[in-house]
């Protein structure tokens, strides 16, 4: 804001004293005669008697030294302008100057001199306090960062008044979200925010497990992740041919090109494979939604797997996000759910692989597949939240109301967090009642689908 300038005075184009008629030259005697010398003046200086100008502007008279100031006009206040260096700046300057002050429109000499009179002065003290907080409301604070799901609702409301020919299927959604929200947060990142350093967490079945990397490191992870659906649907591998299937396996390889993950240089390939998987699977039509994308030891459809991703796209960026001190909300309301009722869905055939190893309880009853048999009722409260109902005794079962031997409750933050292996099972619940066996079981196994 234009630093507002001091009212103009009348001083400057008036005199400060009234003016008095301009006085006539008396008449002047008439000169020597030529060749005759000039008559000596006083002290002998012969330009004493030479005639006045007559355009010459007269002496301004003194004011008698009885005169009271207030008798003067107030416009002739000629009290100097801060900045100027002729001295301290009048009252009545300073408290003009009291606006542009709580606007941060003052030079530094102005600043300076007003708050040395705010000192001093308590009306103006208190009526730049005044201004100040009128400031205040005028200009409340605010973030400058943009906000990370500007992007995604500025073009899902693009989309809203003119579809696009070839929309996005609503299962890929969550993950043109998540990967857009983590473009964002990474987008302005220099050297130092890209080798910072991060602690990924997760569950291995029976203890937490973490791991040490840097930024650089995390987006490697998800590069190399993604790369399994880009094979999927007949994209390239960004390990190259030959490359394992093994989602730890693919990481430890990429870590170990330590080349890699110096720079930025990561960042790239990455979003250009996410915004390749999104326009894929726009283009090729709903069959391709069952298509099965392989992880080694299990597989996903392609709907399910994008659903994984996206997960993973938040989860670790909110690590990145924590590394960074970095504020990072979670996904929206109904992609959270997406995501919590996929982990839901897992849980059946989780606990019975557990079975299998000996981590836990073997099934109390034997129930044909599509019959209901005992359930766990979970209670997910919050943003994204529902009910769901957990078969324990067999992944081809039905959960039901009807046979609930027990109930957990959480909000659905923290249970993605338990899913991710960030919470311990031990301390995730917030309510419980029922059957302690079945809860502890259920709690162990969705920490279990945690991984790296």
């Known amino acids: ?127 730049a306090l005044r201004l100040r907080d009128a400031v205040g409301l005028l200009h409340p604070g605010r973030d400058l960062d943009l906000d990370p799901l500007l992007r995604f609702r500025v073009l899902e409301n693009c989309l809203g008044r003119r579809p ?6 609503d299962w890929a959604t969550p993950y043109d979200a998540e990967a857009a929200r983590l473009d964002a947060l990474l987008r302005d990142f220099g050297e130092s925010e890209w080798n910072a350093p991060v602690r990924l967490r997760w569950f291995d079945g029976i203890d937490p497990a973490q791991r040490k990397t840097t930024v650089a490191g995390v987006i490697g992870h998800l590069l190399t992740v993604d790369g399994l659906v880009a094979m999927a649907l007949g994209l390239d591998d960004p390990l190259g041919p030959n490359a394992p299937i093994s989602p730890t396996e693919r990481t430890e390889r990429f870590w170990r090109a330590e080349s890699q993950l110096a720079t930025d240089e990561v960042h790239g390939p990455w979003r250009d494979q996410s915004h390749a998987l999104v326009r894929t699977v726009s283009f090729a039509g709903r069959g391709v939604s069952e298509l099965s994308v392989s992880y080694g030891e299990f597989s996903l459809p392609l709907r399910d797997s994008l659903l994984d991703r996206a997960f993973e796209c938040w989860l670790h960026a909110d690590d990145i996000a924590g590394a960074v001190a970095y504020p990072y909300a979670p996904p929206r309301g109904s992609h959270l759910r997406q995501m919590i009722d996929l982990a839901a869905r897992q849980l059946p055939a989780v606990l019975a692989n557990r079975r299998r190893h000996g981590l836990a309880s073997p099934a109390k009853h034997l129930v044909a597949a599509g ?73 162990f196994a969705a920490a279990s689908l945690g991984r790296l």
């Open 164 to 169: 696009a020919r070839i929309p996005v299927p």
């Open 371 to 443: 019959s209901p048999g005992r359930s766990l009722h979970l209670e997910v409260e919050g943003a994204g939240g529902g009910d769901w109902y957990i078969a324990l005794d067999s992944p081809a079962a039905v959960g039901s109301p009807d046979h609930s031997v027990a109930q957990v409750a959480l909000d659905g933050v923290e249970f993605c967090k338990l899913v991710a292996g960030h919470v311990s099972p031990k301390e995730a619940a917030a309510g419980q009642d029922g059957d302690r066996e079945a809860i502890n079981e259920v709690l």
């Open 1 to 127: 804001m234009p630093r507002i300038p001091a009212p103009r005075r009348a001083a400057d184009d008036l005199d400060p004293l009234p003016r008095h008629p301009r006085r006539t030259p008396p008449p002047q005697a008439p000169g020597p005669d030529p060749g005759q010398p000039e008559p000596a003046g006083p002290m002998g200086h012969p330009e004493a008697l030479e005639p006045p100008d007559p355009h010459a502007r007269p002496e301004r008279p003194e004011p008698p030294e009885h005169t009271d100031r207030a008798t003067i006009p107030p416009e002739a206040d000629m009290s100097p302008v801060p900045g100027s260096g002729a001295g301290t700046p009048s009252h009545s300057v300073l408290k003009s100057l009291l606006g542009a002050w709580a606007l941060a429109a003052c030079s530094p000499d102005e600043t300076a001199a007003v708050e040395d009179h705010l000192g001093e002065c308590a009306p103006c003290a208190e009526e």
